[in-house]
């Protein structure tokens, strides 16, 4: 594999009345979605999270229908979070590697890292690009762990990120 292609999802339609996983994307999600279909390679290979946000994004970028889903892409395992006007600092404090008690039980930084680098050593088996459809705190943690994003850029790159959005990494 030469080049890794990771996709973050499009926006989705969001719904405190079932978790986060299963949302579907908005109208402008589809949309955003579609428009990336010339921006990625015909000839790749193609993995999602299993969440639905990524999965369906990766699909209408693609036009496959048929994904491949792996919970190594999946976005950082965040038990008990609340849905509330804290969500985003929340999150931030994470990604710059502050955390405190309102990340109890949250996975790691480094073991999302290492979740999502086994995922792509698992799938980037050959010459062929590798396009992954993910979420952006794992996104940026995995950049992070492999020296891609400097610690002290981490919340400024993952605030910029956007709904879509795609990161080209060169691994040849």
Same mark, same amino acid.
């Given at each position: /594999? ?6 973050? !999802? &499009? /926006?989705?339609?969001?719904? &405190? ?24 390679? #015909? ?13 369906? #994004? ?8 048929? @994904? *491949? ?8 395992? $965040? ?15 994470? @990604? ?6 309102? !990340? ?10 290492? $979740? ?6 698992? !799938?980037? #088996? ?5 396009? @992954?459809? #993910?979420?952006? /705190? *794992? ?8 020296? @891609?994003?400097?610690? =002290?850029?981490?919340? =400024?790159?993952?605030?910029?990120? &956007? ?10």
């Amino acid at each position: /594999m030469s080049r890794l292609i990771l996709v973050r !999802h &499009a /926006m989705p339609a969001l719904d &405190a009345r079932i978790a986060s996983a299963q949302w579907q994307l908005s109208p402008e999600g589809e949309s955003a979605a579609r428009a990336l279909r010339g921006l990625l390679p #015909t000839d790749a290979d193609v993995v999602s999270s299993p969440e639905t946000k990524a999965a369906q #994004t990766v699909s209408l970028a693609t036009g496959s229908a048929s @994904i *491949v889903t792996d919970a190594r892409f999946a976005e950082v395992c $965040r038990p008990g979070e609340p849905f509330d006007a804290d969500v985003r600092a929340r999150r931030l404090a994470w @990604i710059e590697r502050r955390p405190d008690e309102r !990340h109890t039980g949250w996975e790691t930084s480094a073991e999302a890292a290492a $979740r999502f680098e086994d995922g792509v050593r698992a !799938h980037a #088996t050959g010459e062929r690009p590798l396009v @992954i459809g #993910t979420h952006g /705190m *794992v996104l940026t943690a995995w950049l992070l762990s492999r020296g @891609i994003v400097d610690p =002290a850029e981490a919340g =400024a790159y993952w605030s910029n990120l &956007a709904f879509p959005d795609v990161v080209t990494v060169d691994c040849g």
